[in-house]
């Protein structure tokens, strides 16, 4: 995420529906909002703000396949050709027999993969910034919608009037 610094405008919202139906009239009317921060997800937004369907799928994907071509390789190479072992006169090379380590490290891949994935897609680390900053109300029972005023060619009255008109219970202008 990028860094904030600038002016931005903070919309307060008392209630999930109200704060969910201004983001359409907002953004119909012309005014380009940054984020809406609420205490838990709510349905419906993503779509409202404009944001693309996630690929994360296709990643969770890649690092499973990753995991089962691993774990086959490793099977294959150390008990079929590097040091092959006949075990209960089975094949030294038996798919079969492989199964359960190709499932556990195709699972293993997939979830470290996912958590790395999540931490760096979110911008999470020991030094990421506090976003919460707009209102700390945001991690309790407010919702709130940041709005950059450097983006936005609307003044910051008709913004603000835009604001209250969709159902703000209070706006306040925050400098980063």
């Not at 709510?42 to 890649?62: N, Q, S, V």
């Not at 089975?90 to 958590?115: C, H, Q, R, W």
């Not at 911008?123 to 700390?136: C, E, I, K, M, T």
Request: glycine fraction near 8%; hydrophobic fraction near 45%; aromatic fraction near 10%.
């Amino acid at each position: 995420m990028a860094e904030l610094t600038g002016k931005y405008l903070v919309g307060v919202y008392d209630d999930d529906d109200t704060v969910l139906h201004a983001v359409p009239r907002l953004r119909k009317a012309g005014v380009k909002i940054q984020e809406v921060y609420s205490p838990f997800p709510i349905h419906g937004m993503d779509d409202a703000l404009g944001h693309p369907r996630t690929r994360i799928g296709i990643a969770a994907f890649m690092f499973g396949v990753t995991g089962c071509c691993v774990a086959l390789t490793l099977m294959i190479w150390t008990m079929g050709i590097d040091w092959p072992m006949i075990v209960g006169g089975k094949d030294p090379i038996s798919i079969p027999n492989y199964i359960p380590i190709t499932f556990e490290l195709t699972v293993l891949f997939t979830a470290f993969g996912m958590v790395i994935t999540f931490f760096i897609s979110n911008g999470l680390s020991p030094a990421a910034h506090n976003y919460q900053r707009f209102d700390v109300r945001s991690t309790d029972n407010k919702f709130v919608m940041a709005i950059d005023l450097g983006r936005n060619t609307m003044s910051a009255e008709d913004i603000s009037r835009a604001l209250k008109d969709s159902g703000a219970e209070e706006v306040n202008i925050r400098q980063f």
